[in-house]
């Protein structure tokens, strides 16, 4: 198994594409970055199968299987696990293990392998319905309707993947290929494209050999006489990431336009087919910031104490690397301190209920991630971008968050 000794190796290059909202394509979403360097290309130009082969896809298969790390694409996964969280690397070549080893032995010397494309990252748009703050106009409608309506200039992505010049679905070609899917955003449960992909790999017969991931935000079920329930009961596995980073008034602070009264009633409801529809499974996944650091171990008791989680296994935390203004780095040392303690009591509550090592680890990570060196630059631009946002959205980062008040008085020199 390639995967095994080798910390550079990475199944997606070998099995995988990414569709970006703006109708461009990455070898993962991971490796999209702001200034665009890690595109591939357009789908108005070039199709998926050229794009899988292109230079520098053949070039980084070869790097990976002779184990050479290459920064440009997959620094955020070594971030990551240097940092001691999951990542998109390691989680990936663990879905694809059984398989990894004959996948790579059909690449040819120059890196060329046929485009049999089975892991799929598709955002057929920008479509959501809220606006979370670490987000912005490239994967939020309502991100870009905000942002014109404040004078800045937003292009309507919604749609591009559909309506490139080379056809309706440019995933034409790979349906009796695919294993895996990852659905985004935007939003991807309110994506009519979305409810499209997965009745057509029914209709195929395809559906009972692919397993479905989402990441979503758990506003809308059944959306537009959609029913999720008897869609996904066709197909060989789903697991719903859900986007949850706080409860109440501070989910609709960090998540804005999240009904927080109807969060609740909807996990319960997935909650309840996990229980007839065993193919079906489910985890929080907080994005962990500035924001919530200090309340995620409250939110995750909260839900196993009142059934909204099976277990204390299932979450997952995603570390916020960027935007770096809201790295819990930048944190004071006498609020990291505070955060430590309540991590180091809430590890103690999850050894007690036998919960799993990865799930612990994840908890300890925070405790060491936090204490790495904050920047002033970060702060100042943590300071502007809140006090810009608030203004705009008649919010309040200290009325919010009141144990950061102390902390917002000095770095604003607010009285």
């Not at 999209?32 to 290309?41: A, C, E, H, Y």
């Not at 196993?304 to 997952?316: G, Q």
Request: overall charge negative; glycine content about 4%; hydrophobic content about 30%.
């Amino acid at each position: 198994m390639i995967s095994e000794n080798n910390k550079a190796f990475c199944i997606l290059p070998f099995v995988h594409t990414h569709l970006n909202t703006e109708g461009d394509v990455f070898p993962c979403c991971v490796g999209w970055t702001p200034d665009r360097k890690t595109r591939l290309g357009f789908l108005s130009e070039n199709t998926l199968e050229e794009l899988f082969n292109s230079d520098e896809m053949k070039k980084l298969r070869l790097d990976m299987v002779n184990g050479k790390l290459n920064e440009k694409f997959c620094g955020n996964c070594y971030q990551r696990e240097d940092a001691g969280f999951v990542s998109a690397r390691t989680g990936n070549n663990k879905d694809f293990t059984d398989v990894e080893d004959e996948i790579v032995s059909r690449m040819e010397p120059d890196g060329y392998l046929d485009p049999d494309i089975k892991s799929w990252d598709i955002r057929f748009s920008n479509l959501c319905n809220l606006k979370c703050r670490s987000c912005g106009s490239v994967y939020s409608s309502t991100w870009a309707q905000e942002d014109a309506e404040h004078g800045s200039n937003v292009t309507n992505i919604t749609g591009k993947i559909t309506s490139t010049n080379i056809g309706n679905d440019p995933l034409e070609k790979q349906y009796e290929n695919v294993e895996k899917i990852y659905f985004a955003g935007g939003e991807p449960l309110i994506m009519p494209e979305h409810f499209t992909t997965l009745r057509k790999l029914i209709e195929s017969g395809r559906s009972k050999h692919v397993k479905l991931v989402y990441n979503t935000n758990m506003t809308k079920l059944n959306y537009k006489n959609n029913n999720l329930v008897d869609l996904w009961k066709e197909f060989n596995q789903v697991v719903l990431g859900m986007s949850i980073d706080a409860m109440g008034d501070r989910a609709e602070y960090i998540r804005n336009g999240i009904p927080w009264n109807k969060i609740e009633p909807n996990i319960r409801e997935i909650y309840d087919v996990c229980l007839t529809h065993r193919n079906i499974s489910y985890h929080i996944s907080p994005t962990v910031s500035i924001m919530n650091v200090w309340t995620l171990p409250d939110m995750h008791r909260y839900f196993v104490e009142n059934k909204l989680m099976r277990s204390t296994n299932d979450i997952l935390l995603n570390i916020l690397l960027g935007p770096s203004y809201y790295e819990i780095r930048n944190l004071p040392d006498y609020l990291k301190k505070e955060v430590k303690d309540k991590y180091t009591k809430h590890i103690a509550w999850l050894n007690e209920r036998n919960t799993q090592q990865h799930v612990i680890d994840q908890f300890s990570s925070v405790i060491t991630y936090i204490d790495g060196d904050s920047s002033p630059r970060d702060i100042k631009d943590f300071v502007a971008y809140t006090k810009m946002l608030d203004k705009r959205r008649s919010q309040s980062f200290p009325h919010t968050f009141p144990e950061y008040t102390a902390w917002w008085k000095e770095i604003t020199n607010d009285a």
